[in-house]
């Protein structure tokens, strides 16, 4: 019996992210903190009474931001369907606390609103990068790549060299040319998983005119950093330790690090997607 539930719980929870559990995890802990502080009896913790989860989420409210409090809720409400408990909110009366409390937010919990990457900017990177350099070359080909997708920087790097996974990072192997009804020739990276369609998406850019063709930079970066098929797409040669997935805390340090040196405006891996998008619609 024990062994049916154990594989109950882990089928259940395969269908979340790693990062996702991690981030539930730690609002359950938080939350297991506020009862214990509160003197409030362990078979009180769950199924959670609606005036605990309130009480608890106004605790909170001025402290953190109104998605973290999303989330504590939202990590809640998965223990309880992991656990077959009893989910017996009012949804209403959430969405108000969460509401009230995304009001009573600190400033320090928002980010600041990204500028969107510009084509000149993307030139003036081109200038101040390196192309005979393995790392600038990845670096940017990723940008403009990502750009031209209108992707995410994440879904193109890593969030760490040491858990680069073939399997759900994009690898040379998912690169391919084709023609679209046009006969036009296009060129289609296949991403094999993504935290919203685990069975991976496709998406594409062209070839352009100038510095800014991302399949020129693509095939410039591939000259300097040989690897074979099942190696990351943007993995450059590290001159003392070899082949490195491209990171995406790598690519947001050289932009932060050339923004900040040339007076660039806030530029971050979503300014990508953003301007990439108006890119085509304007």
Known sequence: MENQV???LEVIGASWAEKTKEVYGARLLAYHVYCDTHNIPDPQHAPIMANILLAF???????????ALTNFAAG????????????????????????????????SS??????????????????????ENPRDAAIFTCITVVFYCIAHLGEFTVQSIKH??????????????????????????????????????????????????PIKALNNHFHLNPAGPDSHLFAWVH???GLHPLSRSEVIKQITSLASMHNLPNLKGHSLRIRGMLHYLL
């Open 57 to 67: 989420l106004s605790s909170c409210a001025g402290s953190y931001s109104g998605s």
């Open 76 to 107: 809640l409400k998965v223990w309880h369907l992991l656990h077959g408990l009893q989910w017996e909110i009012n949804p209403d009366e959430l969405r108000a606390i969460l509401e009230g409390a995304s009001c009573l937010a600190p400033l």
């Open 110 to 131: 928002k980010c600041p609103l990204c500028e969107p990457f510009r084509v000149n900017t993307l030139e003036l990177l081109h200038a101040l990068l390196d192309p």
């Open 6 to 8: 154990n594989c109950i």
């Open 239 to 241: 001159p003392s330790s």
């Open 164 to 213: 680069f996974n073939p399997e759900k990072h994009i690898t040379q192997a998912n690169v391919s040319h084709l023609h679209d009804l046009g006969r036009l020739l296009v060129t289609k990276f296949h991403i094999p998983w993504m935290k919203t369609s685990p069975m991976g998406e496709d998406t594409q850019c062209a070839p352009l005119e100038g510095v800014m063709d």
